[in-house]
């Protein structure tokens, strides 16, 4: 058996790779300090490495510490150390113009689009003669950009593509019909008669009543309430519905009377007020202090059950509407789930549920979770993509969206 290979054995471009692979890392997502690096390179040194899979778990060893930034590692690294030029069958492999969809029916996994993107912007410059070539190739699918990334599933986007929908979110706005309140407003067209304000105009004319005042209910804009999942399944799509929520709550045209939002894993935050800040990128971060419990686990019934307990009195008495946003995943007591749902269906107005399982057409309601949900709420539509959330917008609005997004509540 072969030696383990150290790096001052080698022709010194180890470390650099070394450097170059964590740039790429960054570039995705995954959080690599600089101490990790430094690490990364003593591992090799001490350990050395004579095949490609004991390299491998070194580095994810000293670089990853979160199981969520797993697949993004494996990914990057299955990419950059297949061959010397991988930047050439990157582009290749990774370009809609040579591998259309329908050409290739097996999806992308989830963290290929941010591993492709980090490893092409962290590479060096092409060489001269490869540059004619690649604006051809960007000329050519820059068309169709908008309407592509507009279908694109969030889980599936690269790091500019994520940024580029999160500042689309921002203009986006989920239209709701006021709702009719117990005081009244004077109207010629009133069905109530109110005889006081007729009395008293009477009293100019010396008790003649010259007319009828009439009046009509007034109306108000409902309030929202948003419960958001932000377990380690729901990572990235609860971050692209908070900036969704951040624009119904900043929006002064936005239809919505007081917003609250909430998040739960494992347990309930109340992140209203981080959420409220004017600055997108300020109201987040705030968000990401408040709730500790990003990533984690999932208990939407205990988070129901204290959410129906501490606050539903207090933001659902004025005949909110709820969005729950979750993936429907219970790692506890789906009776309890069941049981706190119903208690919810019942205080508010209306309750939506926002599950990026919807994507999926072969989607059935198979997990326990799932079926404790789904008898209690008033309607059920997919939030994986910007295109998803229009159409929850022409749903809720009515413009003859119900019949393909809308699922009435069953007995």
């Known amino acids: 058996m072969a030696a383990p290979r150290r790096l001052d054995q080698t022709d010194g471009r180890l470390v650099e790779n070394i450097v170059h692979f964590t740039r790429a890392l960054r570039k995705a997502g995954v959080k690599v300090g600089t101490a990790q690096v430094e690490d990364a390179i003593r591992a090799v040194e001490v350990a050395g490495f004579s095949r490609k899979g004991d390299f491998y778990h070194i580095l994810r060893a000293t670089l990853i510490n979160r199981a969520a930034d797993l697949e993004v590692y494996h990914q990057i690294f299955a990419m950059f ?6 930047l050439e069958h990157l582009i290749h492999m990774f370009s809609p113009t040579l591998h259309r969809d329908d050409d290739n029916p097996e999806k992308k996994k989830a963290a290929a689009r941010r591993a492709a993107d980090a490893l092409e912007d962290a590479a060096p410059a092409p060489r001269p003669g490869k540059e004619r070539k690649e604006i051809e190739i960007d000329a050519r699918i820059s068309w169709s950009a908008n309407e592509t990334l507009k279908a694109m599933d969030f889980e599936q986007m690269s790091a500019d593509e994520i940024a580029t929908a999160s500042r ?10 006021p ?10 067209h009133g069905t109530r008669l109110d005889m006081h304000a007729t009395l008293r105009a009477s009293l100019r004319r010396g008790g003649e009543i010259e007319r009828l005042v009439r009046t009509r209910p007034r109306t108000r804009a409902p309030d929202l309430v948003a419960l958001c999942d932000i377990s380690g399944s729901m990572s990235v799509y609860s971050r692209m519905m908070m900036h969704f929520l951040h624009a119904l709550a900043t929006a002064p045209d936005g239809g919505w009377g007081k917003v609250h939002a909430f998040t739960f894993g494992t347990r309930l935050s109340n992140v209203t007020r981080a959420l409220h800040r004017k600055d997108p990128d300020l109201a987040l971060e705030a968000v990401g202090r408040e709730a500790q419990d990003w990533q984690g686990g999932t208990r939407i019934g205990v988070a129901l059950e204290r959410f129906n ?6 933001v659902l008495s004025q005949g909110a509407a709820v969005l729950l946003i979750s993936d429907g995943l219970e790692r506890g007591d789906v009776s309890l789930l069941s049981r706190q749902a119903e208690r919810l269906g019942l205080s ?6 926002l599950n990026p399982l919807l994507r999926y057409e072969a989607f059935a309601p198979l997990a326990g979770g799932v079926r404790a949900l789904l008898p209690h709420v008033d ?4 939030c994986h993509s910007l295109q998803s959330l229009e159409d929850i917008g ?6 003859g969206e119900q019949d393909r997004l809308l699922r009435p509540r069953t007995a």
């Open 348 to 353: 508010c107005r209306r309750l939506i549920w």
């Open 168 to 177: 689309a979110i921002r203009s986006l706005r989920l239209p709701v019909p």
């Open 394 to 399: 022409h749903a809720l609005s009515g413009n």
């Open 309 to 314: 307990k501490d606050w539903s009195r207090r």
């Open 179 to 188: 709702v009719l309140s117990r005081r009244q407003t004077p109207s010629p």
């Open 379 to 382: 309607s059920f539509h997919p």
């Open 81 to 86: 150390w297949r061959d010397p030029e991988f």
